[in-house]
Structure formats: structure tokens, C-alpha cells
């Protein structure tokens, strides 16, 4: 891991502590930096980039970051796709300073939500004028999520995803790939108590899905997107089928009509308790929140977070979409 700090005379009001997924070592990366800092450094804007080279050190550098942001009277930036603005997003939220984004990722939905620049350079000149504004977070048992949550299969599809991306670059055609793959092979049924609502019910399913981000739940064609504005987050479970008919629902989302199968269950809620079954002694399950995969202590609790993730958003900024 390689720390850069960069002063200037100028604004040396509310610096900036940027943490860059430099994952990859591509020339990417260090372009990225060097945009930064030029933006910066050019407006005089006290900052400091951390470029992390291991995905797995940028959780620790997104607490060291916000940490000196609170401090200091500052701001974390997270550079990077939408799993390394989770890790920030997390610290920042935690610490209570202030997160702003430089999007790097391939899907961005977070940064396209807020219409956060996708070009560097724009993003990194968006934040000279952005202001703070309380945006609505998830969470799953504490844990933040700007985008989605889930258990069951699409947490394997991300796991197959990265081993893909790993051996063949990080592309969208990609990502499709790896999907087909994990849906075509054998996978198991989820047995599940969910409780919301002061209602109980035991379900079976492939995969349980929790949004937060009304751009990609629009993209796959489910109405429940309208409930983000209304601080509730959206549930999606599959009824159990083979699967052919899983691909078929693939296709279905893709093509934005996902919400018209009858297969599919949608819902909106505020808070939601799921006990899945587990083997004997075993008493954590597999969860995904923003694309990252980890193991979180069941039961799960999901829903929206009592306190606001405070985003940098430049004041001509759109509402979310």
C-alpha cells in the first residue's frame, strides 16, 4: 500500500482523504491518481490519495481515512466500483463525516443514481463545489448497503463472477458469462422464516434480494424502485424452479420485464428479520451487499438505516433517479 500526500496553497478548507482501488495495477489506476491530483492540486484543495493495492487493506484504509476526515473537518472519497464505495461508505457513515465518490467501476449504479460524473476528471471537479446531502442507506445486521443485499444464489453469481473477471478481464459480456454459468449448474433451495411486519412465514426460494438503488430495480422492470423514496427498501425472491427457467427469468431482466413473471415476488418493506436454515453447528450465512461477499451471523436483519449516509453532491445535481 502507497500513501501520497499532496498540499498546495489555495482552499485548504475541507480536505479531502481519497482511498483508490488500485486492485488491478493497471495504467487505469495510475491515471486515476494522477487526475486527482491535478484536479486538486489545481484548485488548491488540500488532499490526500491512498492507493490500495489489495482489495481486501481497503476496509482498514477507509477507516483510517475517515478517521483523519472527522478529525480534521474533512471528507473520505472513494475511488473505485461499487464495492470499494461500500467500504467507505461504511467508514464514513461509522466515523460521521462526510463520503464523496470518483467512480471507477463497471456498473456504477450508486454514482448513476446520484449523477455523479463517470469521467475522473468530471467527478473529481464535481467535488470542489459539492455540498453534504443525507442520502438513504440499508443495512443488514450494521452492515451498510447502497445498492443491494442478498443470500442464496446471487452471492454465487458474484463469487463466479470474480473468478471470471480474474482470469478474463472486467467486462459486462464478462459478467453475463459467469452468470450463465452458475445458473446452469445444480444449486440448492433456501428455507427461510421471515418475520416484518409483525407477520411470520416460511419460504423456500433460490435467492432473496434486497434493494436500495432505484436505477438498477427500474433497469430490471420492478415497480417496487418507487419505494426507495419513501424510505423502505425492496425485497425479490424467486419461487423454486429449474434451471432453464431460471435463465429464462435472466433474460427477462435483462431486457427490463422481470416484474411481469409470475415467479418472481416483490415486495417493499422497513425493517425485515430472516432466519435461514443452516446446517447443524453451523450459525453464520453467506451474504452479498454491494458486491462484496461475507459470512454475517444469522438471524439477518434487514432494512433502512436510522441515520443518513451524508454525500458530496455537486448543488446542480438532479435529484436521484
Given at each position: ?9 489555495g482552499d485548504h ?109 468530471a467527478a473529481t ?30 452471492p454465487d453469481l ?164
Open positions: 500500500m502507497t500513501s501520497y500526500l499532496n498540499a498546495t496553497e478548507d475541507q480536505p479531502l482523504f481519497i482511498v483508490l482501488n488500485a486492485g488491478s495495477g493497471s495504467q487505469n489506476e495510475q491515471e486515476a491518481h494522477d487526475t486527482i491530483a491535478r484536479v486538486l492540486g489545481a484548485a488548491g484543495r488540500r488532499h490526500e490519495i491512498d492507493m490500495v493495492r489489495r482489495g481486501a487493506d481497503i476496509p482498514a484504509a477507509a477507516r483510517r481515512a475517515a478517521a483523519r476526515a472527522r478529525s480534521e473537518g474533512g471528507a473520505v472519497v472513494a475511488a473505485g466500483g461499487d464495492g470499494t464505495i461500500n467500504a467507505v461508505a461504511q467508514a464514513a457513515h461509522d466515523a460521521g463525516c462526510p463520503l464523496g465518490v470518483v467512480p471507477q467501476g463497471t456498473f456504477n449504479y450508486f454514482s448513476r443514481t446520484h449523477h455523479i460524473p463517470l469521467d475522473t476528471e471537479q464535481a467535488l470542489l463545489a459539492a455540498r453534504p446531502t443525507p442520502v438513504q442507506v440499508g443495512e443488514v445486521n450494521g452492515r451498510l448497503f447502497l445498492v443491494n443485499a442478498s443470500l442464496g444464489l446471487y458474484l463469487e463466479d463472477r470474480e473468478k471470471f473477471k480474474s482470469r478474463f478481464g472486467r467486462h459486462r459480456v464478462i459478467a453475463l458469462a459467469s452468470a450463465l454459468v452458475t445458473i446452469l449448474r445444480e444449486h440448492r433451495q433456501l428455507r427461510l422464516r421471515i418475520e416484518s411486519a409483525g407477520q411470520v412465514r416460511n419460504v423456500r426460494t433460490s435467492t432473496l434480494f434486497v434493494g436500495n438503488n432505484r436505477l438498477q430495480l427500474q433497469q430490471v422492470g420492478l415497480t417496487e424502485a418507487r419505494a426507495i423514496a419513501r424510505g423502505r427498501v425492496a425485497g425479490v425472491m424467486l419461487k423454486p424452479m429449474g434451471n432453464l427457467a431460471l435463465l429464462r427469468l435472466l433474460l427477462r431482466g435483462a431486457m427490463g420485464t422481470l416484474g411481469e413473471d409470475d415467479r418472481v415476488e416483490s415486495f417493499e418493506f422497513e425493517r425485515m428479520t430472516v432466519s435461514p436454515w443452516l446446517p447443524y453447528g453451523r450459525r453464520r450465512a453467506k451474504i452479498a451487499t454491494d458486491g462484496e461477499v461475507s459470512w454475517l451471523r444469522s438471524p439477518l436483519t434487514f432494512g433502512v438505516s436510522a441515520q443518513p449516509l451524508y454525500l458530496l453532491k455537486a448543488p446542480d445535481a438532479a435529484a436521484p433517479v
